[in-house]
């Protein structure tokens, strides 16, 4: 069993997974958001082909801990992931920095800027993944 991570934008919603272990967290893609309804079925296809037991949501947070204005939207989306995945248990992380730090290793390993462009959100949920990976110590 492994866990998804969610990076939910509005144009786009990065994906990582963890190993079966739930040790290291990698890059799965980055979603275009086309329509719920093809956001929601790929993702029930992922939770179904990586054999997913929990998915894990950025939550968006300013840097003094309030709510960014994209909560309501995210908290929306998610109610239908739940609905699209019954059972499936969904928790959310703290996203702070994530893609900051995304965007940071891309340009340290010389990713050039239209190619960063289309994997940023899939880094952000790498990161937002191992720091819960990281924090469950081992689960």
């Not at 998804?4 to 990582?16: F, M, P, Q």
């Amino acid at each position: 069993m492994r866990i998804l991570a969610l990076d939910i934008g509005s144009k786009t919603i990065g994906v990582a997974c963890s190993d079966a272990l739930l040790i290291t967290a990698q890059a799965v893609e980055t979603i275009r958001r086309q329509s719920k309804k093809k956001d929601l079925a790929r993702l029930a296809e992922l939770v179904k082909e990586k054999e997913i037991h929990r998915i894990v949501v950025g939550k968006p947070r300013h840097m003094n801990g309030d709510h960014s204005e994209n909560i309501d939207k995210i908290e929306h989306f998610v109610a239908e992931l739940k609905e699209a995945i019954p059972n499936m248990e969904v928790v959310y992380w703290d996203e702070r920095l994530t893609t900051v730090m995304a965007q940071r290793q891309l340009k340290a390993a010389k990713v050039r800027r239209e190619n960063r462009k289309k994997v940023v959100d899939a880094i952000a949920a790498v990161f937002i993944l191992q720091n819960y990976l990281d924090a469950q110590g081992g689960l």
